[in-house]
């Protein structure tokens, strides 16, 4: 499948995908080509450097595009109660289970489901996960009877899971299964001057949300912006008032002071607008 750059360029605007770096164009490329098959993707990447965007590229740019998508972060889902969000659970079938519930992976048959943090997936839940991918099947809690699921799953981590695997905590054959086709998102630090561009974005926004004059960087603030390094990514970009940000500023002092206060107690810098 040939992919322009202008294909790119396109998607990117329909999907709020902000940026001209390689590494991220060659995310979108890869993404775009595995959206019309029925693989399974494996997202790898920091903690918020985007990569649900790239889930939702490839399902509404595929043959399930008008199934339900539902994305679903594993870490975030106790252990006693992942196995009845994702495959349901029968009524009685444990403490509080009063009625009979339908997991996810039963209400997006014929769409595609999104596990975010696979890596925090209980070994348990991993092995009802593998059934599914190989089979197509699945079995509630609590119940003896098989069910059938048409599911595609793109999953994401944050994590080597290869060092899981080597660790006893992720099972082998569900790695490769998941890892068909790799798309690795990269952090801000990777991606040059797409953080000035991203910056400039979530500026605009703030500006209309709260009707206030947009932030305005000079030079010097340039420069700063590209030298940080970001460790929350995107996420962080986006809260440019955070302290964690804010205060690498004071290390340069040739920024433009109507733009960088310094907001007493504590010597923190935030954003002014």
């Known amino acids: 499948m040939a992919i322009s750059e202008a294909d790119i360029q396109s998607v990117k605007q329909r999907f709020g995908v902000i940026g001209n770096s390689p590494l991220l164009n060659n995310a979108v490329r890869v993404a775009m080509q595995v959206a019309p098959t029925d693989m399974s993707v494996l997202i790898t990447g920091e903690s918020g450097s ?26 975030s889902i106790p252990e006693g109660t992942i196995d009845s969000e994702l495959f349901g659970h029968e009524k009685g079938s444990f403490t509080g289970a ?10 997006t048959n014929g769409g595609t489901i999104f596990l975010d943090e696979i890596g925090e997936m209980p070994l348990g839940t991993q092995a009802r996960l593998l059934r599914v991918l190989e089979n197509g099947e699945f079995i509630k809690v609590g119940s003896s009877k098989v069910q059938k699921t048409d599911v595609r799953v793109v999953a994401a981590t944050n994590v080597n899971l290869l060092v899981k695997v080597e660790q006893g905590k992720f099972r082998e054959d569900l790695y490769y299964r998941l890892s068909t086709v790799p798309i690795y998102v990269p952090p801000l630090r990777e991606r040059g001057k797409d953080v000035e561009l991203l910056f400039r974005k979530f500026a605009t926004d703030f500006a209309e949300k709260y009707k206030v004059k947009p932030i305005s960087l000079t030079e010097d603030a340039k ?5 940080y390094r970001f460790p929350g990514n995107i996420r962080q970009l986006k809260k440019p008032g955070r302290t964690d940000f804010c205060f690498i500023i004071r290390q340069y002092r040739n920024y433009q002071r109507s733009t960088w206060t310094l907001h007493p107690p ?6 002014a607008v």
Not at 51 to 73: D, M, P, T, V, Y
Not at 98 to 107: A, C, D, I, P, T
Not at 223 to 227: A, E, F, T, Y
Not at 266 to 271: P, R, S, V, Y
């Open 50 to 75: 985007g990569k649900e965007s790239f889930s939702k590229i490839i399902h509404h740019l595929s043959s399930r595009k008008h199934g339900q998508f539902i994305a679903i972060n594993c870490g």
């Open 98 to 107: 009063h009625e009979s519930r339908k997991g996810y992976f039963e209400v």
């Open 223 to 227: 420069s700063v912006l590209l030298k």
């Open 266 to 271: 504590g010597n923190k810098f935030t954003c």
